[in-house]
């Protein structure tokens, strides 16, 4: 009895010292493979969805922004930047444009590296100057949305690697996207 034991004690020593299989080295590369495809894809997405993204984005944005123009009836402008944009208020009383402190959705944004943006007005070309940030210096938004529900009609294309992508809106303030093939 006393050499049964003792040779089972012995087998568990003998497996423990054998190792891997090649079977668990391949499923083990196979899983981190799947995991670090899967983290490259949420976290660096293709210029195409990041493109839709900054899209989907800037629409919502501008049709939230104009609602709360109806809804709490004043004037809020979009203000265009060499990288990005910025929501501002318009004060009737000093009858001057003022940027949006303290406020988590109307905050800066910029557009993600790799995509380039084009505003028409009226169906002119809009320039956007890089512009220093002055005290002194007043702001004015390329698009304005009313309290009445209206919008200035503008056209913005925003472009990526692959794909271009069309923003309108009418003066009635509706505003609809269009994708464009290259």
Do not use: C
Request: proline share 3%; aromatic share 8%.
């Amino acid at each position: 009895m006393h050499k049964k034991l003792q040779v089972k004690i012995h087998s568990g020593i003998n497996q423990l010292e054998r190792g891997f299989t090649l079977i668990e080295i391949l499923v083990t590369i196979a899983i981190i493979a799947v995991i670090t495809s899967m983290s490259l894809i949420l976290f660096n997405p293709p210029s195409d969805q990041r493109l839709k993204d900054e899209s989907s984005k800037l629409r919502s944005l501008i049709q939230m922004a104009s609602d709360e123009a109806v809804l709490q009836g004043r004037e809020i402008g979009v203000e265009f930047m060499q990288r990005g944009y910025r929501f501002l208020d318009f004060d009737p009383f000093l009858e001057i444009w003022n940027t949006r402190e303290d406020d988590h959705i109307f905050r800066e944004r910029y557009f993600s590296e790799g995509i380039n943006f084009e505003i028409k007005l009226e169906n002119n070309e809009i320039e956007i100057k890089s512009k220093k940030e002055d005290k002194l210096q007043s702001l004015f938004p390329h698009i304005i949305l009313f309290s009445s529900g209206e919008i200035s009609p503008f056209l913005i294309s925003l472009t990526g690697d692959n794909a271009e992508l069309m923003i309108e809106a009418k003066i009635n303030g509706s505003i609809t996207t269009k994708e464009l093939s290259n």
